[in-house]
C-alpha cells in the first residue's frame, strides 16, 4: 500500500476542509494517508514517506500561507529524489486574478525543484471551498492511482 503524507497549510480552515475530502479519495483508491498541519509538520518527515500531497492557500499578493514559509525555505536544502507529489490549494480569482492560487505553482516549483515528480495537474480552486468538496475527493483518488 502506497504511504501518503498530505500536509497542508490554512488560516481559516478552508485548506484544512479540502484536505479532509482529498484524504478520502486517497484512501478510496487505496492509499494508506496520515494528514498533518504543516505548523506540525518537519520536511525531515518527507523521507518516511513514498508520496506527498501539500494543501495550501494563497495570501497576501500572491504568497505561500504564513504557516507554509519557514517549511518551504527548508525545502531548499533536501532531496525528494523518487518520491511523487502533487499539489492542491484554494484561492479567489475575482478578488485577486493576478495571484490566483501562486501557492500552488511556487510549490509544486519546490517540489521538482527537491527532484519529486508531479503526478496529476494541481488541483485549483476558486471561491467557495464547498462545492468543491466532491471534486476535490475525486481528484485525491485520480492522485492515488497515479502513484
Ligand atoms: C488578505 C487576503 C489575501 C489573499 N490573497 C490571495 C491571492 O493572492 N491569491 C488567491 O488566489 N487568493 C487569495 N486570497 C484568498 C484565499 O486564498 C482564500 O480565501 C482561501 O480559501 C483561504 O484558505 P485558508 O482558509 O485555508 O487559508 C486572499 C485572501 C485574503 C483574505
Request: proline content about 2%.
Amino acid at each position: 500500500m502506497t504511504n501518503v503524507v498530505l500536509i497542508y497549510g490554512s488560516t481559516t480552515g478552508n485548506t484544512e476542509e479540502l484536505s479532509e475530502h482529498v484524504a478520502a479519495g486517497l484512501k478510496q483508491a487505496g492509499a494508506e494517508v496520515t494528514v498533518k498541519n504543516v505548523a506540525d509538520a518537519s520536511v525531515d518527515e518527507l523521507a518516511l514517506y513514498d508520496a506527498v500531497v501539500f494543501g495550501c492557500s494563497t495570501w497576501g499578493d500572491g504568497e505561500l500561507q504564513d504557516d507554509f514559509v519557514d517549511f518551504h525555505e527548508a525545502m531548499g536544502g533536501i532531496s525528494l529524489e523518487g518520491k511523487k507529489a502533487a499539489v492542491f490549494g484554494p484561492g479567489d480569482s475575482e478578488d485577486y486574478p493576478d495571484t490566483f492560487c501562486e501557492a500552488v505553482g511556487i510549490l509544486e516549483d519546490a517540489l521538482k525543484k527537491c527532484g519529486a515528480e508531479i503526478v496529476l495537474e494541481s488541483l485549483r480552486v476558486d471561491g467557495d471551498v464547498e462545492p468543491a468538496f466532491d471534486e476535490s475527493e475525486t481528484w485525491g483518488s485520480k492522485v492515488a492511482e497515479a502513484l
